[in-house]
């Protein structure tokens, strides 16, 4: 059984790994009428060639090669597109089911269009009006929750901490008010810690939940209080990944809202799934062999991301 379960720790890590949310940006600005300084970014450790874009409508004068900076292959283009974008297609070739491509805008007058491109959606009808909010990174907060295979697990392992509802709707505020507090002081600058000894200190507390689990340890009065404390390490996390994505100035206040919402929405998707699993398992003769390989799983998890990640920082 123990064998199983090591079969298992080893495939959902490289699931998440697999699945890293891993957006792509393509950023267009206008210089003057009609002409457009573009700037092509691309994720440099994305399996295979990078994806192509394309401007039918447009008539691009110049085009540099590739160069690599940080974690991104950068394209610069010159576009020329007669008039205005606007009512004009953009196309991405290539993209995969782990590569979305966010598309910003900027004009002259100072509006700005924001879309999403995703693998199943290759092309963008820019709209002749302008959008106010940059409402797609509500969806890239959901993906990000989503494909983010240590949150969720961390959200599973609080839920077998706690006993009944009321206890278990001030843990799952406290960790929500919590991620959303350091989410927000790092991406506005105020409070900064390394992403990568953050990323660490993630899987660490997974390793703290197995134990806990594994001690079939219940928290009837304050696991809001592990909630919130574990929950603020996780914020800085989560703005490593909008940081990691981008975003322009002028809209860094709504796209760390929508960016934030996005999140809340994607645990909210995730724990009724998690929640009946726990509950089930509370009320059937396997509870004891179950917390015990649910903290192997979790501990197993937390334990090959830690030794990971802190390869990554030496």
Known sequence: MKSLIILFIFFLSNLNFAHEMNPARLVLNEQTN???KVTWMFPAKTAGLPAEVSFPDCIESERALPRQEQKYLISTIDLNCGDSIQGKTITLKGLSRTTDALISIKFLDGTKFEGLVTVNDSSLLVPKETTLYPTNY????????????DHMIFVLGLLFLVTGVNTLIKTITAFTAAHSITLSL???????LP?????????????????????????????????????????????????????????LLFSLLFFNLGIEAGQL???PFFGLAVWLMNRTAIKDFGYRYSSYAIGGLGSFWLIERVLKII
């Open 186 to 192: 790092s991406v506005l600058g105020w409070v900064n």
């Open 34 to 36: 009609s002409n457009y």
């Open 138 to 149: 509500f969806w890239l907060g959901v993906e990000h929750l989503l494909s983010g295979m």
């Open 195 to 251: 992403q990568a000894s953050t990323e660490a200190f993630i899987a660490l507390t997974l390793i703290y939940l197995a134990l806990e689990v594994g001690d079939q340890q219940k928290y009837k009065s304050t696991p809001w209080v592990l909630a919130f404390g574990f929950g603020l390490l996780h914020g800085f996390g989560f703005a490593g990944a909008l940081t990691d994505i981008g975003f322009g100035s002028e809209n």
């Open 269 to 271: 998707m995730i724990l």
